[in-house]
């Protein structure tokens, strides 16, 4: 009996020791799955990544391999063939697979990402894709992945998988898979990323925004900064017909007609937020115009500063920084905001947590 306990205990301590204990390198797998991903991330790998990488497989910009040995190298058409005969598809695979190396010491975790694997759900059972290295991969991982409005205005597909701003399991440290003693992987992985050890190489996703936001005309107030916004910009496109046309006025009017004058309806502005403690701090981006209820081309703002138009001896940028006119929001990231709760979301902007924008609105609702 008491030999039973000394082993038991010695097995205790081992296990203990193993997860602090100093390791260089330590190949490992961890595990994701799309619905275990959480909205307040502001983006779900599971659910971009894979199409992402299936179009580069497909385009011949990224070799698809059978495991991490990269013994056998599958063609696009290998790789059809394995989706067609178990009815599965690749980029809409739920569950994704980083083969890291992760070094650690008593102060510090460094992890390496070295390849992404997948595997998908089937009729007949569990599909391996196979395996793809992410230095190859790197190109396309430079893209910015799609976000939400709890998500950062812009975030590389490497940089959001360097965030570690998903949940994860770890199924592989070494040689061990964990089938034995699940518990000793949370105690591993506790200790390399949620401990007191400074993560070496983790990006922090910046605090902003992409918003756009529409000004239309108040009819009710003649100074109206934004109905003043409208009116500059009118002015100048209907003075400067030659602009108008080439900013896609030629889809709409007659160029011969340079007598007829449009009438600006609308305008969308799009500007990265940035929030600095209590303060939002505005970065104009782009500038979508309507004339006589038709879209033209969408300008960066660099273009439309070129026209030097001035409202009431300001700048247009000075407006729209001073924000003293009414807006509604229209889109923050790549959701589109409902008109009626355009004020809610603003107030969470103002008031909230930008990783909680999603909560805030939810609850309000109730």
């Known amino acids: 009996m008491l030999k039973r306990i000394l082993y038991s205990l010695i097995l205790f301590l081992s296990i203990n020791a193993e997860a602090k204990k100093l390791y260089t390198e330590m190949p490992v797998l961890i595990h994701m799955a799309r619905s275990e991903q959480e909205d307040t991330f ?22 698809l391999w059978d495991s991490p040995k990269k013994q056998i190298a599958i063609s696009p058409e290998a790789l059809k063939n394995i989706e067609s005969s178990n009815s599965v598809s690749f980029a809409k695979t739920g569950n994704l697979f980083l083969n890291e190396l992760w070094t650690s010491s008593p102060r510090k975790t460094e992890f390496v990402v070295v390849g992404i694997s997948f595997l998908s759900e089937s009729p007949k059972g569990k599909i391996s894709f196979g395996f793809v290295e992410i230095l ?12 939400n409005v709890n998500g950062p205005a812009q975030i590389s597909y490497i940089d959001a998988i360097y965030s570690r701003r998903y949940n994860f399991n770890l199924l592989q440290f070494g040689p061990r898979d964990f089938s034995s003693n699940p518990s000793s992987s949370f105690t591993i992985k506790k200790d390399a990323f949620y401990s007191k050890k400074k993560v070496v190489g983790l990006y922090k996703p910046q605090n902003t925004k992409m918003v756009t936001f529409v000004i239309e005309k108040n009819l009710s107030e003649s100074e109206d900064p934004g109905s003043n916004c409208l009116h500059s910009i009118e002015k100048f496109l209907n003075e ?39 303060q939002i701090v505005y970065t104009p981006y782009s500038v979508k115009i309507f004339a006589n209820n038709k879209p033209l081309n969408i300008l960066s703002f660099e273009e439309i500063t070129k026209w030097q138009l001035l409202i009431n001896f300001k700048t247009l940028e000075d407006v729209l920084l001073e924000k003293a006119f009414n807006f509604s929001i229209y889109k923050i990231n790549r959701d589109l905001i409902p008109y009626n709760e355009s004020a809610v979301y603003l107030k969470a902007l103002r008031d909230y947590k930008w990783s909680q924008v999603s909560n805030y609105v939810k609850y309000s609702r109730n």
């Open 136 to 147: 190859q991969a790197l190109p396309l991982l430079t893209q910015n992945i799609p976000t």
């Open 240 to 278: 400067n017909k030659e602009i108008l046309f080439n900013i896609g006025g030629d889809k709409y009017f007659d160029f011969h007609n340079r007598l007829l004058d449009i009438t600006i309806t609308r305008i969308e502005v799009t500007e990265i937020w940035s929030k600095k403690g209590n």
């Open 42 to 63: 502001g983006f779900n790998l599971v659910e971009h990544l894979p199409s992402l990488i299936y179009k580069g497989i497909l385009d011949g910009k990224i070799t």
